[in-house]
């Protein structure tokens, strides 16, 4: 199994220590975000871009996203940032360290969704924890992106994170049918490495994103 590394974006096995191209490894973002609380709400809006009501109809989206699947969570966290590399390492690292207050103690980071978004460049990136790999792609998480992207561009920072997040819903979705046509394609093939490892794995089956029926669409 392959994911991109964070600052490179070339491709390195989940499992390993450090990326073999350019050196990064987890503890490279501990030392870049060490000024980043840790202790955060799922919608941290640390960079002030959304008004009172904005922020309860993006968390209105999020709950939608969750009832529809329980097993499943959505964070956003906006900020002012260098780079792009330095938004993707930065959604890298809080799905891998934070604690998001709402969750309850046993829902696993490796479970959640984390849309990160630079208020000076309007960019964003989509960071999935380790339980969705069968499920997502990267051209599903760019898809997300760029349904939003316009409205970021314009301001409309709320727009966009709806809209992201009820076409990452529209994706799950399909991907629960598949699964459920095929499960054995949907299982996981590689168990969690050891502990200290930078891709902290769970080993679960395609039952993981299985949509709660008695919660109509988006």
């Known amino acids: 199994m392959e994911m991109k590394c964070p600052r490179c974006v070339q491709k390195i096995h989940r499992a390993a220590d450090a990326c073999p191209h350019c050196g990064f490894t987890l503890a490279d973002a501990e030392a870049c975000f060490a000024g980043v609380g840790l202790h ?75 849309i990160t978004l630079d208020a000076a460049s309007k960019t964003a990136a989509m960071t999935f924890g380790y339980l969705l790999d069968p499920f997502l792609e990267e051209t599903d998480t760019f898809d997300c992106l760029w349904r939003a992207h316009s409205r970021w561009l314009e301001g409309r920072y709320a727009d966009g994170m709806v809209k992201a997040i009820e076409q990452l819903a529209i994706v799950l979705r399909k991907r629960s049918r598949q699964a459920r046509r095929n499960p054995a394609g949907f299982e996981r093939k590689l168990l969690p490495p050891a502990h200290g490892k930078t891709p902290q794995r769970h080993a679960e089956t395609a039952k993981a994103i299985t949509p709660n029926p008695a919660q109509p669409p988006p």
């Not at 008004?51 to 939608?64: C, F, P, S």
């Not at 529809?68 to 956003?76: G, N, S």
């Not at 002012?80 to 829902?107: C, I, K, M, V, Y």
């Open 40 to 114: 955060l709400r799922c919608l941290a809006d640390t960079a002030g871009l959304l008004r009172r009501g904005e922020r309860e109809r993006v968390e209105a989206a999020m709950e939608r996203f969750t009832r529809r699947f329980p097993q499943l969570f959505v964070a956003i966290f906006t900020g002012t940032l260098a780079d792009a590399a330095e938004l993707r390492q930065l959604g890298f690292w809080l799905l891998n360290r934070a604690s998001f207050e709402e969750l309850p103690p046993n829902q696993p980071n490796a479970a959640g969704i984390l």
